[in-house]
């Protein structure tokens, strides 16, 4: 189907090769893996990743006030989730794991699958907008 085709390529084709680069931007929620800590150096030393305060900070904001915090906040707390990591850690790479399997049910009527298109769309949208004030900066370096 139409619809299966493009779940297809924007759920294993874009985030293949986004996996390339290390920096895949949105690792769905009911199917991806955080580190919760990482070791760093030796003698048991251990780094917070997604327990991270800025992370938890920032994904645990209660005030969505603007257009933009509702967009990233309540239409993809998943891709956001993937954005404050990727914010926070630049140097860390967030991969897709092609063998990995997941199941999904696909919206059956246009209204529902143009709704979640939508959703999709903002979200992306303003995901790519916060992971790009962190670009600017280092454009510069």
Known sequence: SLTGSRYFISHHQAKSFKSVFGGVTCLPGCFCMY???????????????????????????NVVDTLHKKNLLLLGEDRYLSTLMLKTFPKRTQVFVPQAVCKT?????????????????????????????????????
């Open 35 to 61: 580190r919760i800590k990482a070791p760093k150096g030796g003698q048991n030393y251990w780094v917070p990743i997604l327990a991270n305060p800025d992370v938890v900070e920032h994904y645990s904001e």
């Open 105 to 141: 049910t696909v919206p059956d009527e246009i209204k529902v699958l143009l709704s979640q298109w939508r959703r999709w769309i903002n979200s992306t949208d303003h995901n790519l907008m916060e992971l790009d004030l962190v670009m600017i900066p280092l454009r510069h370096l």
